[in-house]
Nanobody, 116 residues
């Protein structure tokens, strides 16, 4: 069984920065895509950013130029550097891992709150 542990969330003022980390442990199969999603109260979960095993990245339009996703394959860890945070970035952020052959794993979620 794979466990994803997220860290780095918290409360920050608008314009500030946070760096999220998500480390995978356990019976890890070959990982293809790693990504971050978020869900704000009353809204659906949405993709924030993702990165493939070949380091190809995708970003939501709302975070382009402010957020950067990266990964450390040796440590099965994905990072999300969030700069110039806005109150509308407030949400629970979830890490997601998709495996090469099949299946996905989700983290438990971590709160990010941006005050105005």
């Amino acid at each position: 069984q794979v466990r994803l542990v997220e860290s780095g969330g918290g409360l920050v003022q608008a314009g500030g920065s946070l760096r999220l980390s998500c480390a995978a442990s356990g019976s890890i199969r070959r990982i293809n895509v790693m990504g971050w999603y978020r869900q704000a109260p009353g809204k659906e979960r949405e993709l924030v950013a993702s990165i493939t095993s070949g380091d190809s990245t995708t970003y939501a339009d709302s975070v382009k130029g402010r957020f950067a996703i990266s990964r450390d394959n040796a440590k099965n860890t994905v990072f999300l550097q969030m700069n110039s945070l806005k109150p509308e970035d407030t949400a629970v952020y979830y890490c997601k891992v998709a495996y090469v052959f099949s299946g996905v794993s989700w983290g438990q979620g971590i709160q990010v709150t941006v005050s105005s």
